[in-house]
């Protein structure tokens, strides 16, 4: 399997590295700024496609156009869809250029879970907690219900929240965390 090849050369430490810095600064960026600068995300990703390419070759370049795709695609519908930030799903989709799919996946994961934690927290101290699962609600059974072709996507979107009412949160401060927690547990997994 060509990630192995990737592992023994040495790629984690660069991977994992470049992956945790640039997270690192989204992170300040997005509490100083609210927002991540394409500034960072595109030569990130441009740097992600070429270490991937000049490491793995054609299949690297693959596996980073494919782990670009899979880790931007919910954000992406979180921004069309939900009024995620546009920043987030950039970012997402430039560190699954660096990861590849496999340490994607664990990525997309570990951030997952990190943003539901830090949300639910940010609620808490927002003293917003209900009217932030009351909007979950809204947003989470319209795109069930489109998901499902009971509804159009006009629809659906018409049933959500409107965007001014939602708590939003830095979510790069989630990304960061989520990044550690991946690199971390893929360090311990492979030794």
């Known amino acids: 399997m060509w990630w192995m090849t990737l592992w023994e050369q040495g790629w984690p430490s660069v991977q994992w ?3 945790i810095s640039a997270a690192l600064a989204a992170m300040c960026f997005d509490l100083r700024q609210r927002r991540i600068p394409n500034a960072l995300t595109g030569p990130l ?3 992600g496609v070429g270490m991937s ?6 299949a690297g370049l693959a596996d980073a156009a494919a782990g670009c795709v ?3 695609l919910p954000y992406v519908l979180l921004f069309v869809f939900a009024g995620g930030g546009a920043g987030d799903a950039k970012l997402m989709g430039a ?5 590849g799919v496999v340490n994607g996946l664990i990525v997309l994961l570990a951030v997952a879970l990190s943003g539901v ?6 609620a808490v101290v927002a003293g917003r907690f209900r009217d932030v699962l009351d909007g979950l609600r809204g947003i989470v059974v319209p795109i069930l219900l489109a998901g499902k ?3 159009g996507l006009r629809e659906s979107r018409d049933m959500m929240p409107p965007r001014e009412t939602m708590l939003t949160m830095p979510y790069a401060v989630a990304i960061f965390f989520g990044v550690c927690i991946a690199a971390g547990g893929s360090c311990l997994w492979h030794g």
């Open 45 to 47: 990703l441009l740097a």
């Open 95 to 99: 560190l699954g250029a660096w990861l």
């Open 117 to 122: 934690v830090l949300g639910l927290g940010y």
């Open 17 to 19: 590295g470049a992956t």
């Open 53 to 58: 390419f000049y490491v793995g070759g054609p």
């Open 70 to 72: 899979v880790l931007a």
């Open 149 to 151: 072709r009971l509804i």
